[in-house]
């Protein structure tokens, strides 16, 4: 089993920034692509961001792009999202999610292929 735990989220004024860590534990060999979701109220879980293991492939979703970035420390097992000028929009619970085997990149993109997920961290962006 792998678990991952999530943190850096909190409340912040628009054009804030703020950096999310997920930190994976347990069986992490497993892992392979690592990635971003969001929920905000009302509103169905999106894909954020994604990266492949070395770091190279990565996806943003069109509204965060230029304002996200996905990295991760393999020698930590730690996947971040540092997230600049954030917006009201972007208000939601973040979940970490993890995958285990190969991906395709389109496979990557469905929140299905990813078999672990962390609890969630609320980020609140303010007016």
């Known amino acids: 089993q792998v678990q991952l735990v999530e943190s850096g989220g909190g409340l912040v004024q628009a054009g804030g920034s703020l950096r999310l860590s997920c930190a994976a534990s347990?069986?992490?060999?497993?892992?392979?692509?690592m990635a971003w979701y969001r929920q905000g109220l009302g509103k169905q879980r999106e894909g954020v961001s994604h990266?492949?293991?070395?770091?190279?492939?990565?996806y943003y979703e069109d509204s965060v792009k230029g304002r996200f970035a996905i990295s991760r420390d393999n020698s930590k097992n730690t996947v971040y999202l540092q997230m600049n000028d954030l917006k009201p929009e972007d208000t939601g619970v973040y979940y970490c999610a993890a995958a285990r085997g190969l991906l395709t990149a389109p496979q990557a993109l469905s929140a299905r292929m990813y078999q672990y997920w962390g609890q969630g961290t609320q980020v609140t962006v303010s007016l």
């Open positions: 990266i492949f293991p070395g770091g190279g492939m990565k």
């Open positions: 347990g069986n992490v060999f497993k892992i392979n692509a």
